[in-house]
């Protein structure tokens, strides 16, 4: 079992949330779907879901690299 600060704790049950959150891409709620619509809400949307992606593979490659996975 590794440490766990509250930071820690804090910082990975938020990227948990976000990446739960955009893992079902095509499941859109009726607002997002509505927003869609909207080529710039869409392009910032899609800018967000790959930020919280590309953070989640950066995480998953520290921890296999301390060795915490």
Same mark, same amino acid.
């Given at each position: ?9 804090? !910082? !990975? ?5 976000? /990446?739960? +959150?955009?893992? @079902?891409? /095509?499941? +859109?709620?009726?607002?997002? *779907?509505?927003? %869609?619509? @909207?080529? !710039?809400?869409? &392009? &910032?949307? /899609?800018?967000? !879901?790959?930020? #919280? @992606? $590309? +953070?989640?593979?950066? %995480? $998953?490659?520290?921890?296999? *690299? #301390?060795?915490?996975?």
């Amino acid at each position: 079992m590794s440490f766990m600060d509250r930071d820690n704790i804090i !910082e !990975e049950g938020l990227f948990d949330k976000l /990446k739960n +959150y955009f893992k @079902d891409r /095509k499941k +859109y709620s009726r607002l997002t *779907r509505i927003l %869609m619509k @909207d080529p !710039e809400w869409k &392009k &910032k949307y /899609k800018a967000a !879901e790959k930020a #919280v @992606d $590309d +953070y989640s593979d950066l %995480m $998953d490659k520290y921890s296999k *690299r #301390v060795g915490t996975k």
